[in-house]
């Protein structure tokens, strides 16, 4: 048997992967239109619940459970992995709500800042480099292994919540007087 047609189903599952992850990646929007909010709408504890959703400890005492039937575990899964990618879904909106905001009050400061500029091209990069891991590990989960963690992305929206809050405050005192 030729070990070259071995590799060709691995290279196969790989194609796909990437042809997920990058119809993903593509298909992000920016900042949908609308009302931003109150800068206390963009906090990543409203994104807690995502750090033990997908945790393995819940399968695991589920699976020593006696006459537990494979299917409720498995439609379980499915369902936690949906109200996952939901928060998901909300967390990567915020963000690049916050980035949107911090971006536009960057472009109308009257005081160049291009230390910020840097700043947040590096807090896009960062933040859609750790939304592409957890897609890649969401696409584990349902096969049913390991767990999807997120304090990554949590601190990315912290990280630039902050940084909006801390630029916001001067300009507003500013229109204020």
């Known amino acids: ?10 290279f196969g599952v790989l194609a796909v992967v990437f042809g997920l992850l990058l119809r993903s990646i593509l298909s992000w929007k920016g900042a949908p239109g609308g009302p931003v909010g109150d800068l206390d709408d963009f906090s990543a504890a409203r994104y807690q619940p995502m750090e033990r959703l997908l945790a393995e400890g819940d399968y695991s005492y589920l699976a020593a459970q006696r006459g537990l039937n494979p299917k409720v575990a498995k439609k379980l899964r499915s369902d936690r992995r949906r109200i996952f990618r939901t928060y998901l879904r909300d967390l990567r909106r915020d963000f690049f709500r916050v980035h949107s905001l911090l971006s536009e009050l960057m472009l109308h400061s009257t005081e160049d800042r291009p230390d910020l500029a840097v700043a947040l091209v590096r807090h896009k990069w960062g933040f859609t480099m750790a939304i592409a891991r957890v897609e890649v590990r969401l696409i584990v989960h349902q096969f049913g292994l390991g767990s999807v963690e997120v304090p990554e992305l949590l601190r990315a929206l912290d990280t630039l919540t902050a940084e909006l ?3 916001a405050m001067p300009n507003a005192q500013m229109s204020a007087a």
């Open 1 to 10: 048997m030729n070990i070259s047609w071995l590799g060709f189903p691995l």
């Open 165 to 167: 809050r801390h630029f």
